[in-house]
């Protein structure tokens, strides 16, 4: 097994130990089970030994997770972002357990399924890992890099907003800000042939309808 395949299965490993563990929100948070969020903490932190020697890590609003990498300038700082939480599990609506991150098919063909591989711990462990790697290399980036990781995006998303409030305070102004987008799609597009990339640049907001519905009985 050449390095890459071995780093490779490595990253993939980290991948299914944090898809195992069920960070489930709720809108209504007393239904909600801390102690995953916890444990994802904790295995975050015993997964990526590098980044946390680099970074400064802190628990915002309770579980939200936020990095700061010292770069060579504090101006105008990239700020990343991903969730930690994922929607409840109706079991019988799945064909493999939700939780078990189990693989299916070989090759290019293989797929993990798992509440969460998509949205959004797919996009965290990518970061989580590129950081990790660059972290060991000695990089430093040009501006300082924050990692954003919300608890409750799913629901409230008062991680977020409390991460914010938080930058805010510090006076921090970051000049680019990423977070989670579309994804890579087939025959969405009127008269486009190819796989397409869907990008995001605008932020959703909220709205409230009330629908009346008469029909005769």
């Known amino acids: 097994m050449s390095d890459l395949d071995a780093s490779h299965d490595e990253a993939l490993a980290r991948f299914r130990e944090l898809l195992r563990i069920p960070t489930v929100s709720h809108a209504d948070e007393s239904l909600i089970d801390w ?3 916890s444990d994802f903490h904790a295995a975050v932190e015993r997964l990526y030994p590098r ?3 680099t970074l400064a890590r802190e628990v915002v609003d309770g579980h939200s997770l936020l990095y700061r990498w010292p770069g060579a300038s504090a101006s105008d700082p990239l700020v990343v972002m991903a969730h930690l939480d994922v929607v409840p599990v109706v079991e019988e609506e799945w064909g493999h357990a939700p939780f078990a991150a189990e693989i299916v098919g070989e090759g290019e063909d293989a797929a993990i399924h798992a509440r969460g591989a998509i949205d959004d711990k797919g996009s965290l462990v990518a970061i989580l890992e590129a950081v990790e790697q660059l ?3 000695g990089f430093v980036p040009a501006h300082d890099v924050y ?3 919300g608890h409750n995006e799913e629901t409230a998303g008062g991680g977020a907003q409390a991460i914010v409030a938080l930058l805010r305070e510090r006076g921090v102004e970051p ?3 990423i977070d ?4 890579v799609v087939d025959g969405v597009l009127p008269g486009v042939s190819v796989p397409t990339a869907m990008v ?3 932020e959703r907001g909220v709205m409230t309808l009330h629908l009346t519905a008469r029909e005769a009985g």
Request: zero cysteines; aromatic letters at 10%.
């Open 147 to 149: 990692l954003s990781f």
């Open 200 to 202: 995001g640049v605008a």
């Open 175 to 177: 000049g680019l800000v």
């Open 135 to 137: 972290a060991g290399e």
């Open 51 to 53: 980044l946390h020697a």
């Open 180 to 183: 989670e987008g579309g994804a």
């Open 35 to 37: 102690q995953p969020f």
